[in-house]
């Protein structure tokens, strides 16, 4: 369980992985020794899982972005789900989901003809009943997840 004082580091982790723990520490009142030690714990613990980069997919070439609901045959294992999509790096994101669709996944593309093509291999998985996608226009909101900003206990 994070304290106040890590979900402040962590909070500004997120918004920049490179910050020195020296800057981290000025900013929540910590040596940075102590910054260190905390993330080390952190990760000991599983709570960090990584440090990453953030891209503009649009800088990389993939100028289509899709979301597409998986409508599978019945009892479809998600394991047999994940070992379809995987193959495709086209899908960065694929979670299982709760209502009518079965699972949602996130699919980049460079192209329509691109997008339509992964989507009609994705398709034709055979516990694939059927896919519905919507295309992204404008994304309105992107944002890593932070810690919980929950109100301080009385």
């Not at 004082?5 to 020195?20: C, F, K, M, P």
């Not at 960090?48 to 993939?62: K, M, S």
């Not at 699972?103 to 694939?128: K, N, S, Y």
Request: charged letters at 30%; a neutral charge.
């Amino acid at each position: 369980m994070l304290d106040r004082l890590d979900e402040r580091i962590v909070a500004l982790l997120v918004d920049d992985a490179r910050r020195s723990y020296a800057d981290i520490g000025a900013s929540v009142g910590l040596s940075a020794s102590a910054v260190k030690r905390r993330v080390d714990r952190m990760r000991a613990d599983g709570a960090i899982t990584g440090f990453t980069v953030r891209l503009d997919p649009g800088a990389l070439g993939w100028t289509v972005e899709g979301y597409v609901e998986l409508f599978c045959r019945a009892r479809t294992p998600p394991a047999t789900i994940r070992a379809a999509v995987v193959r495709f790096p086209e899908v960065v994101e694929a979670s299982t989901v709760a209502g009518e669709a079965d699972a949602v996944l996130r699919i980049l593309a460079t192209d329509m003809r691109h997008f339509e093509r992964v989507l009609e291999q994705i398709g034709a998985e055979p516990f694939v009943a059927r896919t519905r996608s919507v295309l992204v226009l404008s994304p309105l909101l992107r944002r890593p997840a932070h810690p919980r900003n929950d109100p301080a206990p009385d």
